[in-house]
């Protein structure tokens, strides 16, 4: 996996940082979801500027020790195509990471 941003908790229970890759470099707000109509509605809103860059879902991680953390997708037109990614909560941080999916043979 790589690490492709680096947050921070913010008041309201976003987070902001930046998102980094070969082709972005870009600060970005993870913005709560105070209108969620359902389960399956996003819990935020992922935005750079006035723009928006995706969305992340609450989630808990699998094994003995389970660990809740968002699930991203992310899309942009300098993306090939659209991405998934998790974001980790560290000790007053968190971590976006990204891993390439494995081409399925044909």
Not at 15 to 36: D, H
Not at 41 to 53: E, M, Y
């Amino acid at each position: 996996m790589a690490t492709i941003g680096q947050f921070r908790p913010v008041e309201g229970g976003g987070y902001e940082g930046t998102i980094s890759t070969l082709t972005m470099a870009r600060k970005v707000q993870f913005v709560p979801n105070a209108k969620k109509k359902s389960d399956e509605s996003p819990d935020f809103f992922i935005k750079t500027g006035r723009c928006d860059l995706g969305f992340a879902k609450r989630k808990m991680s699998k094994g003995q020790n389970p660990k809740e953390f968002l699930r991203v997708f992310l899309d942009d037109p300098s993306f090939a195509e659209p991405i998934w990614a998790a974001l980790f909560n560290g000790e007053g941080k968190a971590d976006l990471v990204w891993s390439r999916p494995e081409r399925k043979a044909e």
